[in-house]
Every structure is written in C-alpha cells, then in structure tokens.
C-alpha cells in the first residue's frame, strides 16, 4: 500500500463545507490596549481561491504565530457549535466563524483526522496539519479572556490544514478523503501533549518519529524525552 492504507477505493466522503469564512485583519480595543486581529471571519458567497498559505480574502495580523503553510486553512465543525452552544447558553451569540475558521464543516470531526491524511475541498486539495492552541485573541473575540482556557480543556481544537494543492472552495462542496496515511496519529494525540513535560512517553516518542507531524512539536517532543 505504499505506506498508505488502501485509497479506500479512491475517495470518500467525510462530510461537507457549510461556510468558507475570511477576513482582514482590524485593530480593537482590548483590556485598555489597542490589538490588531484578523480573528473577525465572515462567511462568503461563491467559489473562494485557495493558493499558497491562504483563502483569498483572508489574512493574519502576526505571522509570526498565525498563518504560513502549517496554517494556511483552518476547520471547524458545527457539530462543536453545537457543543458550545449548550456549554454556553442562551446568552452567548455564536454566529458564523466565531472561532475564526475558515472553513466550517458538517458530518465529521477535523480533530479526529489522522495528521497527513488528504482531502479535497472543491478543486484544493487540503492536508490534515495540526491542532488549534488559541491565544489571547480568541479570548478578545469572544468577550472573555478566560475563555482561552476553556477552549484548552474542552479538546475540541479543530484542524489546521495545509495547502497541497491550489484550487477554488464554497459552501456546499463535500468534503472528500483521498489518502490516509497507515500510522494512527490524530489531531486530538497533539492536543494530549499539553502540557509537555505531562505527556506520556509512547505519545512524546511516536511524536517523535512522525515526519507528518510539524517539526516544532517533535522538536519539543525530543526535548522532554532527553531530560527524563
């Protein structure tokens, strides 16, 4: 199978886009300080170019953090909309991408994808990356800067998704699996390194030994293992 379970007779149906969501990054005020985000997202009507680390229309306010090619596109689904919602209540407004994805989708778990795994969404073809760890600015778009944290311990982190292959998305196109790779590494494994110096060593060590995992994770994964 060259390293690939079987292309489960080529390609398969996950689920599909409900939105594809962008946005420009805006300067608020925050806890008495100015704070320019891209983290405001709004859905879009029409087939939306997806070409080199982003959706066009879409932008990051820090690249240093946000964005570049382990980043380029990042799902969410509703059925943690869904979640949140009864989490929440009644008085909190959960609109379109108010997690800042930029794609919203239906039918399955992005962080219950196997890192490396390929999809197509319309003519792009999408790699499963890794995990969302918000930062303080998910906590300013949701009114609530401890929020952050609870978005940690609630595990549902969506997927960042790299771009393999440039192509055109909008709501409504299915979401289609085309490989997977034969290691069983998933979204939700990263999520159970934090905290690091916590992990388990078989997790820290398969880390470790996937090329499909994003090098910083396995870097600071080689780093907890040598100091026990």
Known sequence: MNGETARADAERALGWVVSVNVGRPRTV????????????K?????????RGDNL???DQADRRVHGGPDKAVYAYAVEDYAWWRDELGDGVELGPATFGENLT???????RAVIGERWRVGSAVLEVCQPRFPCAKLGMRMGDAAFVERFEQARRSGAY????AAGEVRAGDPVTLLSRPDHDLRIVDLVDLLPVQDAPADLLVRVIANA????RFRTSAARTLAKR
Do not use: K
Not at 42 to 50: A, K, R
Not at 161 to 164: D, G
């Open 212 to 215: 499909d995992v994003p090098e």
């Open 161 to 164: 998704l790299r771009i393999v």
């Open 29 to 40: 005020e925050w806890l008495g300080r100015q704070v320019t985000s891209a983290i405001w």
């Open 105 to 111: 989708t239906e039918g399955f778990d992005p962080a």
């Open 56 to 58: 066009d229309g879409d």
């Open 42 to 50: 709004s859905p879009v009507e029409g087939s939306v170019p997806v």
